[in-house]
């Protein structure tokens, strides 16, 4: 609501980073002219600060674009690079940028979304799929395909990796579809 987004401003000019982050966020998602333009602004001075979710949000917005900003994939790339580079932030850049290097460069690409992938991004994964179903940018590969459709991060340190559905398993490579009960 305004009274929320007043509060978060007032923060914001004192130089909180968090809540420049904050009111950034909340400006984009409005999605008109002025509120895109002030949103960025609280953006980037928050990121300026290094906050690293603050870079991968203009990297976002610059890759999709909103209503009032076209994209610019030359803008998202820069944001995305710093936000890369940042431990908390690192799998999900990587993810938006593998989309970036798509279709242009897509050995790049399948790097990033791997990257991704074994930092839990459940969208990198299905790229990795996709990519090696196709063959686009790596080894075309319909078992590691399945596989990389099928595992998902389970946040455990006992066991980090699941797999939804184990109908491609076969130990003697034939190809099985053994479908699970919980379909």
């Given at each position: 609501d305004d009274v929320a987004l007043r509060t978060l401003i007032v923060?914001?000019?004192?130089?909180?980073?968090?809540?420049?982050?904050?009111a950034g966020s909340t400006l984009l998602a409005r999605g008109d002219a002025q509120s895109?333009?002030?949103g960025r602004r609280w953006l980037a001075l928050a990121a300026a600060q290094g906050d690293a979710l603050a870079m991968l949000s203009l990297g976002r917005a610059r890759l999709v674009g909103t209503r009032a900003t076209p994209r610019d994939a030359a803008l998202a790339r820069e944001w995305?690079?710093?936000?890369?580079?940042?431990?908390?932030?690192?799998?999900?850049?990587?993810y938006?940028?593998?989309?970036?290097?798509?279709?242009?460069d897509a050995p790049q690409a399948v790097a990033y979304f791997r990257e991704a992938a074994e930092g839990g991004v459940a969208e990198a994964m299905y790229q990795l799929g996709n990519a090696h179903a196709s063959g686009e940018g790596t080894e075309s590969h319909q078992r590691a395909a399945m596989r990389w459709y099928e595992l998902h991060r389970t946040g455990s340190s006992a066991n980090p990796?699941?797999?939804?559905?184990?109908g491609t398993y076969s130990p003697d490579m034939n190809d099985r579809w053994m479908g699970s009960i919980a379909i």
């Open positions: 923060l914001a000019e004192g130089g909180n980073s968090l809540a420049q982050r904050a895109d333009v002030e995305l690079i710093q936000a890369h580079a940042q431990s908390l932030t690192r799998a999900q850049a990587a938006y940028l593998g989309l970036l290097s798509l279709p242009q990796w699941s797999i939804y559905q184990q």
